[in-house]
């Protein structure tokens, strides 16, 4: 046993170093990957609307490691443009960037309106929306933003990218194919904004990279899950001997716990036959289980097992007493007894405390069961057909019993739960706090 604690433990040291490892190199960059975008894998050209009938005239100008456009935007065209296109077709045979989750882009955008916005689009060919012959049938992942002049790199996650709604209605490409998508990208296009007017405008493209992981978090999880739940088969395996060993250990004290159980049924057997009743209720009463509470107190602790109570009061008991009189607030207790008495199972102990108030001892019971039982309790109460059309309800304050507590402070702190209800409205069940 001491050997399979030591290997557990060295083998859990293992992973959670691994693992804390491995996320911290993922926290601090460790798996990012960038991909630059330059003339040795795109090729460069300018695009405008005189190719659609307008009369916009576009120079593009390599310098250095920038491009740079100048174009004098028209007055025909319908809808007037000029852009640097960027294809990646021809020498890349498009771009898997699956694994990326951002573009970074540095452009100068010089317009005659400040703050003027820029229009990018990453187009991505699938044959199944997508033919060769139709460069327009290419998806439209889109963003705009604003790059004004010597502001550096802008990175824009492809999270905010959107597809354009005209493309999608035009080309009735289905819902399962309407979202972004950036698995094959033939071509970049860096275009002018949407509401340009004929005036001079410049763009000059510094630099355009995009980033990834190698990595991604998601994989990372799933390989640290999957090393965990590796480990933990093999020493399922391993152990398998000494389980089943624990299996029949288990029966043993089952069995044990049967036999428990069955002593303690007796007790409450004997406890019913008691002559200590309550005239009125034919519950016990309080005095009658002074006795037995220490033995059955006594009794949980040394087996640990809970004991809880369950501290009942008839909702406005003066006002049936003044409707009915104390003869008829007598019947309606009784009556009340009598419903506890048949509701309550085998092993509890229902005794009236005093005036409208009871108590039902639940041995073996912790707190979770004696609210469920508590709520069963109020619940038939409520919807019980009482005499003279009376309509009655409870509240109920539990407890469970914490090791080591006297039983007064137990009773008590039960009786406190019950006029939180009582302040709460009423007819409500409310656990005692430890």
């Known amino acids: 046993m001491d050997n399979l604690r030591r290997r557990i433990r060295l083998a859990a040291y293992f992973l959670l170093t691994f693992s804390s490892l491995t996320s911290l190199f993922h926290i601090l960059g460790g798996f990012e990957k960038e991909l630059k975008i330059d003339a040795r894998n795109a090729t460069y050209s300018n695009i405008d609307d005189s190719s659609q009938g307008g009369d916009t005239q576009s120079v593009i100008d390599f310098n250095g490691n920038s491009v740079e456009l100048n174009c004098d935007i028209g007055e025909q065209g319908r809808w007037p443009f000029c852009e640097i296109s960027v294809d990646l077709n021809e020498i890349t045979g498009g771009l898997d960037l699956s694994s990326f989750h951002s573009l970074g882009i540095d452009v100068d955008y010089f317009s005659l309106i400040g703050g003027e916005r820029l ?33 550096g790199i802008k990175v824009i996650p492809f999270k905010s990218f ?200 639940c041995p073996a019971t912790n707190l979770r069961g004696a609210r469920e039982f508590a709520e069963m309790v109020r619940e038939i109460v409520e919807s019980y057909q009482w005499a003279n059309g009376l309509h009655i309800t409870c509240s109920i304050g539990v407890a469970e019993y914490l090791s080591g507590e006297e039983i007064e402070s137990f009773i008590q702190r039960a009786d406190s739960a019950l006029y939180k209800a009582k302040s709460q409205g009423r007819n409500r069940v409310e656990e005692a706090q430890p």
């Open 119 to 151: 229009r990018i689009y990453l187009r991505n060919f699938d044959p199944a929306y997508s033919t060769e012959d139709d460069p327009v049938s290419y998806k439209f992942n889109a963003i705009e933003y604003a790059p004004g002049i010597g502001n």
């Open 162 to 361: 959107q597809v354009l709604s005209w493309w999608i209605a035009d080309y009735e490409v289905p819902i399962e194919n309407s979202g972004p998508q950036f698995d094959n990208i033939v071509q970049i296009e860096i275009a002018t904004g949407s509401h340009i007017k004929p005036a001079h405008y410049s763009l000059k493209l510094n630099r355009l990279v995009f980033y990834g992981h190698w990595l991604s978090e998601s994989a990372l999880l799933r390989i640290n899950i999957l090393l965990w739940i590796m480990t933990a088969i093999y020493f399922l395996v391993v152990e398998r001997r000494r389980l089943a060993e624990q299996v029949n250990e288990m029966g043993a004290k089952a069995d044990y716990l049967k036999q428990v159980n069955q002593q303690l049924y007796q007790q409450s057997l004997a406890f019913e036959q008691m002559a200590f009743t309550d005239n009125l209720t034919g519950t016990q009463n309080r005095h009658a289980v002074d006795r037995w509470l220490r033995d059955i107190v006594d009794f949980s602790q040394r087996n640990c097992h809970a004991l809880s109570l369950a501290y009942i009061d008839i909702d406005f008991f003066k006002r049936i007493n003044d409707t009915l009189g104390h003869h008829g607030g007598d019947e309606v207790l009784k009556e009340f007894g009598r419903v506890l008495n048949l509701r309550a199972r085998k092993t509890d102990v229902v005794v009236r405390w005093g005036g409208e108030e009871f108590i039902i001892f």
